[in-house]
């Protein structure tokens, strides 16, 4: 039987069939709207026995909590043998948790729709902020509202719904409903006079609906009741608003910059004048701030990644072990390119994250330590380390078993940064972008739909199924233009370069002129471990694979790539000797994105010199690979089939294949 659950009102159940289940007393309530907030999570029985009970216990509540709970089971689990398992309200460690479904508690659900909705075109997100407010049947835990325990809760629901009535105003106001919306905003300020983002959008909408005098007026209350009830003055946002409508200023009809950026303002200074400095509120808000930055590219890419060192050094020197975890985990940012950013500071990260694991308490605290772990495996990318990819492997197994689909999609992320121990694995990693796009279409996750996509778009590429990796690439330029992701773009548009010389459609020149067009979105994206390099090595590629000798040039330049592009050059300026040294010294490739093409290069100059070290290295790690082509599965470069370099490698060694 499918049970869901209600809490935005009375604590309620309902059966498959939509009747209500019988939850008898009020303590056998208490403790399912308990197991409720605690979203999953166990519940000390203990914990139960403080809140049920704050002043004095009886001496039996430990076992009066057990008879509540038994009696929970049998009414939520009618159908469950005498002595089957429970499966919704289980048993776990020392306590209990609810193991609901997504969908079985209206407050999740509502949470989800306020949170999809920031994202949707304005018809579509008046039409879910409507819905989701329709669940709401009274205040949140209604029965409950003198229980400690519950104000916290009751308090943030609230608080989001007063939101999602102000946004759904927005999304009215922009579909060009201003009349009709007036009187909602007006009851809703005269409900909560001190919410100043409602008196703003209640003077636009007067504003919008010709009512300009009226607009005015309702400013004037705004600060009189803020001074009076307050003692404080309108924020920025109020006082830039009436200068606009003082002003007539065009931005008032001309749609959303002018709402997004009053909104932006009025919400920083409240959070300002709320939010004592030095808190750890403070900290982990910086942290999600830095997160959104990081996707902006550019500027604020680099500023993300020197602000988070000192965000994790703040919460280090707090000496509080889960806030250190908090700000190192909650830097969630997707990472699709093998090579990081900042080789020091990603060592400096990696070390934060191994103390931070060593130092959690025991218990409970199983998606901090995936968070952590992820973190390890993402910013040791490339390193070739076994520990990292440990850590990937036992985040996705936790992560697995917590039902948190944002954690899963991260520790995801990180088993992809930690697929790159041998060559030929792209159809592995066809698959972990399959489950990202997956995963965050169900759980509108835009940012790990994007990632899950680009993985797609790289490994179909390596596979040589570039119709697939075409319908990805699209799907992922349509994602980045809706929720403004410009990064998406340097990705898509190397890849169509790549693709271009792949299937070579075009002359050199052509194909030339394509991937110096993809670098130019490369400047001032904030990303060097991406560009540093990569157009010489692009360039390259597309010489070699069409058969052109002109291979001179300067050996400096080439970033990273320098060890395994030296050879060839050197070959192709007839320095034998030269070659054969420079191949001696050449190190392995790192374990990235661009392993076999590397391999594919030592190959190219180790044939023709009959360098039969290097030969047989290279054919040993590019033979798990025969079926894919070199470097297509970094969506940036291409040599070609790795069959064919095999082949040329052991008709060099004088085997047969």
């Known amino acids: ?75 939520l689990e009618p159908e469950r043998a005498p002595r089957a398992a429970p499966r919704l309200l289980v048993t776990e460690g020392p306590g209990y948790a609810l193991r609901a479904g997504d969908d079985a508690v209206d407050a999740w659900r509502f949470e989800r729709e306020l949170t999809a909705a920031a994202s949707l075109p304005h018809g579509e997100a008046a039409a879910r902020l409507a819905d989701a407010l329709g669940r709401w049947r009274g205040p949140a835990y209604a029965d409950f509202a003198d229980a400690p325990w519950a104000g916290p809760e009751r308090s943030r629901l609230a608080g989001l719904r007063l939101l999602a009535v102000e946004r759904l105003a927005e999304a009215r106001l922009a579909l060009g409903a201003a009349e009709e919306v007036v009187p909602e905003l007006d009851a809703h300020v005269a409900e909560h006079p001190w919410r100043e983002d409602a008196w703003g959008l209640l003077a636009l909408a007067l504003y919008r609906a010709g009512r300009q005098g009226d ?48 909104v932006w303002a009025t919400v920083a200074e409240a959070y300002d004048r709320t939010v004592a400095p030095g808190t750890r509120a403070r900290l982990e808000s910086t942290v999600g701030l830095l997160r959104n930055l990081a996707v902006t590219g550019g500027s604020g890419l680099a500023a993300a990644r020197e602000h988070r060192m000192a965000a994790i050094g703040a919460a280090e020197e707090s000496g509080d072990a889960d806030l250190t975890a908090r700000v190192i985990g909650m830097y ?32 409970g605290r199983e998606a901090a330590r995936v968070r952590l772990l992820a973190t390890v495996a993402l ?15 036992e985040a996705e197994r936790v992560a697995r078993g917590l039902d948190d689909p944002a954690l899963l999609a991260f520790a995801l992320n990180g088993v ?39 993985v797609r778009v790289q490994a179909l590429g390596a596979l040589g199924d570039f119709a697939g990796a075409d319908r990805h690439a699209e799907a992922a330029d349509r994602l980045a233009e809706r929720n403004e992701l410009p990064l998406v773009g340097v990705f898509t548009r190397w890849y169509r370069a790549m693709r271009a010389a792949a299937t070579g459609a075009a002359p050199v020149e052509a194909l030339e002129a394509g991937y110096r067009r993809a670098a130019d979105a ?80 030592v190959a190219r100059a180790a044939v023709p010199l009959g360098h039969r070290a290097a030969m047989r290295r290279a054919a040993g790690a590019l033979a798990p690979a025969a079926g894919e082509l070199a470097g297509a599965g970094s969506g940036m470069v291409t040599l070609g089939p790795v069959s064919a370099c095999l082949r040329d490698l052991d008709t060099a060694l004088g085997t047969a294949r």
């Open 215 to 262: 607009a005015l007026a309702v400013l004037r209350r705004a600060r009189a009741m803020l001074a009076g009830r307050l003692g404080v003055d309108p924020g920025p946002g109020l006082r830039r608003l009436e200068e606009d409508i003082l002003r007539q200023d065009e931005r008032l009809v001309a749609g959303d910059g002018g709402a997004a950026d009053r």
């Open 416 to 454: 992809f940064m930690q697929s790159f121990w041998r060559a030929g694995l792209a159809a592995r990693r066809d698959a972990i972008g399959a489950e990202l796009v997956a995963l965050a279409a169900r759980h509108d996750l835009v940012t790990y739909e994007v990632l899950g996509r680009l």
């Open 379 to 393: 910013e040791s990318r490339g390193s070739g380390s076994e520990r990292a990819r440990w850590a990937a492997g």
């Open 1 to 75: 039987m499918r049970v869901t659950f209600g809490v935005l009102g009375p604590v309620a159940a309902w059966d498959g069939t939509g009747e209500a289940v019988a939850l008898r007393g009020p303590r056998h309530r208490a403790v399912l709207a308990r197991l409720v907030m605690a979203r999953r999570r166990v519940v000390p029985v203990g914990r139960l026995v403080g809140d049920l009970w704050p002043d004095e216990p009886p001496g039996d509540a430990v076992g009066a909590v057990r008879t509540f709970v038994a009696a929970l089971r049998r009414a």
């Open 522 to 601: 490369l400047e001032g994206a904030g990303m060097p471990g991406l560009r540093d390099g990569l157009l010489p090595l692009a360039l390259l590629c597309v010489r070699l694979t069409h058969g052109r000798e002109d291979l001179t040039g300067d050996l400096e330049g080439w970033g990273p790539y320098g060890p395994w592009v030296r050879p060839v050059l050197l070959l192709g300026q007839g320095r034998q000797a030269a070659a054969g040294a420079a191949l001696d010294r050449v190190p392995d490739p790192p374990h990235d994105l661009l392993l076999e093409a590397l391999w594919c290069l």
């Open 332 to 363: 969630d940012v997707p990472a699709v390119w093998t090579r990081v950013d900042d080789l020091g500071q990603a060592g400096r990260v990696v070390a934060a994250a191994e103390r931070a694991v060593a130092r959690l308490p025991g218990g």
